[in-house]
């Protein structure tokens, strides 16, 4: 099947720095990529959509400047969090979908657990 | 937008019974429902998904129904194991456009 992967896994920064997350498709072209936070015991919150060559779509009450996302080629997206707070503390996830007409599958990446302090 | 529910948020049952986990949406552009677990830090995982063309579908001990009229879609997971307790979701989105996700269930298969 379509493998997602998604790197770092695991990271720790302090209150103010940036960290930059990427999700790759490694096996098949994603014209669109999806970024979704999840906080703990909760479900899975779509944050923006990331479409290759042109800006992200971001849902109500995400902060662009914040959340910057870059998906420069149709193998590769990036969420960066720009001056990280505490509250960013969340387990970030990507998805990308495949290129091909008529399907509709989400593969997702391993997911991202970010850690501010 | 889209506004999926889901039901029941936890549900505990022994070994070999059935399960039941119930869905409702709201936009009725949704046409792809697909369902997904999720064990403790770990990726949602696609056990199975049908899209509104059909009314059921079936996977081995996996099964979805789907009522358009209704909007409500349903996983039913039959002789369940212990390794089936995890995080269920339900999504259902509009030809695999951005998914909206249902808010979960805990599924415990007690031995």
């Known amino acids: 099947g379509a493998v997602v992967s998604q790197h770092p896994s695991r990271v720790i920064c302090k209150s103010g720095t940036s960290v930059k997350i990427e999700c790759r498709s490694l096996d098949f072209q994603a014209t669109t990529m999806f970024w979704y936070r999840q906080f703990p015991k909760k479900s899975l919150m779509l944050m923006a959509t990331?479409?290759?060559?042109?800006?992200?779509?971001?849902e109500q009450g995400v902060e662009k400047d914040k959340f910057l996302i870059n998906h420069a080629s149709l193998t590769l997206s990036t969420l960066t969090v720009t001056s990280a707070h505490p509250e960013d503390s969340s387990f970030y996830i990507c998805?990308?979908?495949?290129?091909?007409?008529?399907?509709?599958?989400?593969?997702f990446g391993p997911g991202t657990r970010l850690t501010v302090t | 937008g889209e506004n999926v529910e889901q039901h029941p948020s936890t549900l505990s049952v022994q070994e070999g019974d059935s399960a039941v986990i119930k869905c409702t949406y709201s936009?009725?552009?949704?046409?792809?429902f697909p369902w997904y677990k999720q064990e403790l830090g770990k990726r949602p995982q696609l056990i199975i998904d049908?899209?509104?063309?059909?009314g059921e579908k079936k996977d081995q001990r996996i099964a979805v129904t789907l009522n358009k009229t209704a909007k409500h879609f349903s996983l039913h997971i039959t002789e369940t194991q212990p390794e089936d307790s995890a995080v269920y979701f339900c999504a259902a989105s509009n030809a695999g456009n951005m998914l909206t996700f249902g808010g979960g269930t805990r599924l415990m298969v007690k031995p």
């Open positions: 049908i899209r509104s063309n059909v």
């Open positions: 936009d009725s552009a949704s046409n792809y």
């Open positions: 998805s990308a979908r495949d290129r091909r007409v008529g399907t509709y599958e989400q593969y």
């Open positions: 990331s479409n290759e060559g042109s800006k992200a779509t971001y």
